[in-house]
């Protein structure tokens, strides 16, 4: 179990996901460049997020931006939204919420712009999200959604057991890279042209796992 500051973003599932490097530069170099995505992405979840906003609809009470932590896998943020959908007493996955008579299944939702992707980096994320909710809540999720802003739609999570381990193997590996400050070397691939960090990620930065403020200071020297 890790300890309160020991916990790391969770949002940096989604980005050792897509790629250790840029998880390293954004989180531990606390290096962050805006394009287009980003800021679209910003956009969507500016019209999600308000912590004040609780919209009901029959069998469904919608939480947004609710408060996550998990001290098993060392993560803590913020989930998008919550549904809680109304079930009966005899359900054990069901659980209590203070201020919220009945009780409810707790089904995640992370809102990304663009189309679903062709691999797990926001499964992972939604899935890492669930955990927290697991235990904080002391119950089982089976699903959640990712509603996608170009497609208009929202996809379904399984959260199975290969996708679970995904979940702990990337954030046991974001606590290796940050305890030991750690920057992978950079490897070229087609997605890093829409990587906001392209520009500074440096591809041809020494033979070695070097920081990018170090990289600079050989150049200069």
Excluded at 3 to 28: P, T, V
Excluded at 157 to 164: E, I, M, Q, T, Y
Aim: one cysteine or more; a negative charge; proline letters at 5%.
């Amino acid at each position: 179990m890790y300890k309160d500051d020991e916990l790391l973003m969770l949002s940096g599932i989604q980005h050792i996901a897509f790629c250790e490097r840029q998880y390293a530069l954004a989180y531990i170099e606390m290096q962050w460049v805006e394009n287009v995505y980003t800021v679209e992405g910003h956009h969507l979840h500016e019209r999600v997020d308000d912590p004040f906003e609780k919209e009901n609809r029959p069998g469904i009470t919608i939480l947004r931006s609710l408060s996550l932590v998990s001290r098993k896998l060392g993560l803590y943020g913020i989930a998008d939204v919550v549904e809680l959908q109304k079930t009966n007493a005899a359900n054990s996955m069901g659980v209590e919420i203070t201020g919220i008579p009945g009780k409810w299944l707790l089904v995640p939702v992370e809102y990304k712009r663009g189309k679903p992707k062709p691999d797990e980096r926001d499964d992972v994320q939604l899935c890492a999200q669930a955990v927290c909710l697991e235990e904080m809540y002391k119950t089982e999720i089976e699903k959640g959604f990712l509603y996608y802003g170009e497609t208009r739609h929202r996809h379904e999570v399984k959260f199975g057991s290969n996708l679970r381990k995904l979940v702990e193997q990337y954030s046991q590996h974001m606590h290796e890279l940050f305890k030991n400050g750690t920057t992978p070397l950079p490897v070229n691939k087609p997605h890093c042209r829409s990587c906001s960090l392209n520009e500074i990620c440096l591809p041809k930065a020494l033979g070695v796992s070097v920081s990018v403020s170090e990289y600079l200071t050989n150049v200069l020297e």
